[in-house]
């Protein structure tokens, strides 16, 4: 039964159809010699089973390009979940490093300021946030004077500080000079 649903064989059905009914049709015609209606019959039926050839091929290309494009799409999602990941990475670190400028540690303090540097350096879309968050932590209020004598103990927490503000100042710095020199990348978010 399923044999009948498939149009190779109603091809073929109609190829000896129309061989046997041209070839009948030009044998019963007297001036038509046996071969010569044998052969225009042969070439009608033969002309069915091209057919069915261009329009099998035909149909195989459109799969085969039908198959194409939902390739290139598939990458094309894969592509865009890549950057997803890592803009959600970047976000993350972003959001640790500001995190951990409130550290009551120094050196927790200068981690997470060259860990924003960094951001900026791999993420170049994150360079101008980077600086204002570098910037309002310089605004930040802290006091310091230099001892001005030499039996005057400096205070070691606001030399912390005053170590943790200078690697700002320097990264701030820094990043300024990059962002000048390099061409702008725009990031789509």
């Known amino acids: 039964m399923k044999l ?3 149009p190779l064989a109603w091809t073929f059905l109609a190829s000896v159809v129309l061989l046997l009914g041209v070839g009948g049709w030009l044998l019963a015609d007297p001036a038509t010699s046996r071969s010569d209606a044998l052969k225009t019959g042969g070439l009608a039926g033969g002309a069915i089973v091209a057919l069915y050839a261009l329009w099998l091929n035909d149909r195989r290309r459109r799969v085969e390009e039908r198959r194409q494009d939902i390739e290139r799409q598939r990458h094309e999602l894969e592509a865009q979940r890549a950057e997803q990941d890592r803009e959600r990475v970047a976000d993350e670190r972003f959001a640790k490093a500001v995190e951990l400028l409130g550290h009551a540690a120094d050196q927790v ?6 860990a924003l540097a ?4 791999s993420r170049p879309g994150y360079t101008q946030t980077v600086l204002d968050v570098l910037c309002s932590y310089l605004r930040r209020p802290f006091d310091y004077t230099r001892p001005t004598s030499s039996d005057e103990d400096p205070d070691p927490e606001r030399e912390r500080e005053l170590t943790v503000r200078l690697t700002a100042q320097r990264l701030v710095s820094d990043l300024l000079r990059r962002a000048t020199t390099t061409p702008r990348r725009t990031t789509s978010t």
């Open 4 to 6: 009948w649903r498939s």
């Open 109 to 114: 303090r200068v981690g997470a300021l060259h």
């Open 118 to 121: 960094g951001l900026a350096r």
